[in-house]
């Protein structure tokens, strides 16, 4: 009777936050009963509400050894085990607790967490969704369900089971940041805003909720907004990593280019093993202009040497049949297989190459599916959604699926794949599309380019991988969805050229800026039409030209929009001005084809001669200039004769179709050919060098 009272005591004390007693009593118990399980139980509570987990587990076990058949001691034992990051010895004594007693809430809910953390998605969910049934007004449970949700792509539900933990707590700041990454991610910015102002209510110094109220601010497209909360982030908190991350992100878009590689820089100096930081600073640098093409490579050899090298290890044998001429298992792996430019691209060689000679695998990064993933998908033979898999997992799969020649098409860009390429998962890997560029990637054998963006004259250049030259092109343009008439000339209409340029806005910089308003300046009463972000970019872009003497009112900026609005934009432009160093790619593609020739200058970095290979496919080398005086004799050659101009224009679109360009047939043969020499390269056991390989044309 005496054990009995003093457990209650114990428990009394425990209750009302009197722990010291609570334990002298318990102990007192166990001096004179040392296998009492329920005094043992309390202690081990006791020792988990202090963080002492070693000691729970101890006391836990202890009980769970004198009691076998109460499911509460599994319970505990589970629970301290998941603190101790101890996960799969959690999953098996949770099962127990949930075995003998299948109502316990606490018991699933802790089996849901731990099955999650090993990975066991689908039996996880179960468990959690058991335990919000029976416990729905439990607040962690109900905020952890929703996290799960939210991790399952279920934003609606998420949402719901958000809005009901709140109703439970409204004060928990972790909740209402979670319901903001919700709702932005189902693009509900203004309530996604709402829900981050309150969390930044609850605690005012957190970068945390600041930072998501940025993001929420960025996607709204008020980006001097969304800088301003990311700077108040990191006033918070000057090393909140995320912050700078965020910052480096805004200030790209912005076009203040140098600053955010500083961002990415400052990042990477306190946390060197941030692979994708390194790959998002590797992917920038092509866009300033005091950046070499040796930097840039040495860049992204640093990133093959610090997050490749360390995966040689898992490089093992490809045993596929290396048998010359049989069909070719061809994996392309791309976090871009939706509505996107590379689609614009890609869709052309998917729909043309030949069944009989390769097998088209599509591994998809992207978490995002839409009408042109359905496209993309019916084109290829086999489709692998990878975009919840580990890179490790993703290369088992890969090499599961025997592809001959794996295709990287992200390269640097955001979600990288390059951890999942580092473990040579095909026998041969290669990149293309993403940008003509580099890797860094030792296993990475060989970059597709073609003779115009990397001329047989300058020999192997600044690259990790062998180049394989394309005869013609590295692009195949199909604007795949309906797009708009190409129109009249506007000049005829306005009286007056208006130039254009809608590339991405990160692309300009202070000497593009320069040269165009020469061009400006040399073209009378001329006008030119920029998309840029709202806001403080465009007053300092109107004072930038300003300076040079083109007034603000011959500047006019148009807002981000959708494919066909953004297409109609340019039946109201008469010449395209490219971006240098960083030119044009798809968007001057969209150019061409909407009856726009578009002015470049070749620069030394392979990212500025994009314009040399479509005027050369199009047999209009005068819309290349090779140095800024020759730019502006090219833009206003091409603009002060008008009825060239509206022959251009007219015949543009014509000229396109039937150039390499769009020969989409010829393209798939010619990259066919490509993965044919390489293969038989392969096959032969022929030692690697750094020549590049010619591609005969099929045309």
């Known amino acids: 009777m005496r054990i009995k009272v003093l457990l209650e005591e114990a428990r009394g004390h425990k209750r009302a ?28 509570e006791l020792a988990f509400e202090t ?64 099955l999650t953390y090993v990975g066991d998605l689908v039996d996880g969910f179960e468990a959690l969704e058991h335990a919000v049934t029976l416990r729905p007004k439990q607040f962690e449970i109900q905020r952890c369900f929703a996290l799960v949700l939210k991790l399952r792509r279920e934003r ?203 097998e088209v695998f599509c591994y998809s990064n992207s978490p995002v599916t839409d009408e042109m993933t359905t496209q993309l998908r019916a084109k290829s033979d086999v489709w692998r959604d990878i975009s919840l898999l580990a890179p490790a997992h993703a290369a088992v799969l890969v090499r599961s699926d025997k592809i001959d020649i794996l295709v990287d098409l992200t390269m640097h860009m955001s979600n990288s794949n390059l951890q999942m390429f580092a473990s040579k998962p095909a026998p041969i890997q290669c ?3 993403a940008y003509p560029g580099t890797t860094g990637l030792c296993a990475i054998d060989y970059r597709i380019t073609d003779p115009h963006l990397d001329p047989p004259e300058a020999g192997d250049g600044p690259y990790s991988e062998r180049s394989l030259v394309l005869p013609d092109t590295f692009w195949c343009y199909d604007p795949v969805t309906p797009t708009p008439d190409v129109g009249p000339l506007p000049a005829q209409l306005n009286g007056y050229i208006t130039f254009g340029c809608l590339n991405d806005f990160c692309k300009l910089n202070d000497t593009v800026i320069e040269l165009w308003a020469q061009v400006l300046n040399s073209v009378r009463s001329s006008r030119l039409m920029l998309r840029a972000p709202l806001g403080q970019r465009r007053t300092r872009i109107h004072q930038q030209f ?45 150019a061409l084809w909407m009856g726009v020739p578009v002015v470049s200058l070749a620069g030394s970095t392979v990212v500025s001669r994009a314009g040399v290979t479509y005027a050369m496919n199009l047999h209009l080398r005068e819309l290349v200039a090779q140095d800024p005086a020759e730019f502006v004799a090219a833009a206003c050659g091409v603009a002060d004769d008008l009825s060239r101009l509206d022959q251009l224009r007219c015949g543009l679109r014509q000229r396109m179709q039937a150039s390499p360009l769009m020969d989409g047939a010829s393209f798939a043969k010619n990259m066919e050919a490509a993965y044919r020499t390489i293969w038989e390269l392969w096959c032969h056991e022929v030692p690697s060098d750094r020549t590049p390989i010619i591609v005969s044309s099929t045309r």
Request: aromatic share 8%; proline share 5%; charged share 20%.
């Open 546 to 590: 300003e300076k040079w003497g083109v007034p603000s009112s011959r500047v006019t900026f148009v807002n981000n929009a959708s494919r066909t609005e953004y297409l109609q934009l340019y039946r109201q432009i008469d010449v395209g001005l490219d971006t240098f160093p960083y030119g044009g790619h798809e968007s001057s593609l969209d």
């Open 431 to 433: 990149c293309w599309l």
């Open 17 to 44: 936050g009197r722990k010291e007693q609570a334990e002298c009593l318990c102990r007192e118990v166990l001096s004179n009963n040392p296998d009492h399980a329920p005094a043992l139980h309390c202690l081990g």
């Open 156 to 358: 609606e539900r998420a949402v719901a089971h958000y809005e009901q933990a709140l109703e439970l707590n409204p004060d928990s700041f972790e909740c209402w940041s979670e319901l903001a990454n919700v709702l932005r991610d189902l693009k509900r910015y203004d309530a996604a805003q709402s829900a981050a102002r309150r969390a930044i209510a609850i605690n005012p110094a957190a970068p945390q909720a600041i930072e998501e109220l940025g993001w929420s601010l960025y996607y709204d497209d008020q980006l001097d907004e969304s800088i301003d909360a990311f700077r108040h982030a990191l006033r918070m908190d000057p090393e909140y990593a995320p912050a700078y991350f965020a910052l480096a992100t805004a200030l790209q878009d912005q076009g203040s280019v140098r600053e955010a590689i500083t961002c990415y820089r400052h990042l990477l100096a306190s946390d060197p093993g941030a692979h994708h930081l390194h790959s998002s600073l590797n992917y920038l640098l092509p866009f300033a202009p005091e950046i070499s093409s040796a930097d840039i490579l040495q860049d992204a050899l640093d990133w093959g040497r610090l997050y490749g090298a360390p995966l040689k290890n898992a490089h093992n044998e490809h045993c596929n049949d290396r048998t010359g001429n049989r069909r070719l298992r061809i994996g392309y792996v791309s976090n871009c297989f939706r509505d996107h430019h590379q689609a614009f691209i890609l869709m052309p060689l998917l729909e043309n190459h030949d069944g009989a000679k390769v």
């Open 51 to 114: 963080g002492q987990y070693h000691l729970a587990l101890e006391c836990f076990t202890r009980a769970l050894e004198s009691a076998p058949k109460v499911a509460t001691h599994f319970l505990s034992v589970g629970a301290a085990l998941l603190q101790l990051g101890r996960k799969r010895e959690a999953v098996t004594v949770l099962r127990k607790a949930v075995i003998l007693k299948p109502q316990l809430a606490e018991a699933q809910f802790r089996l849901g967490l731990a």
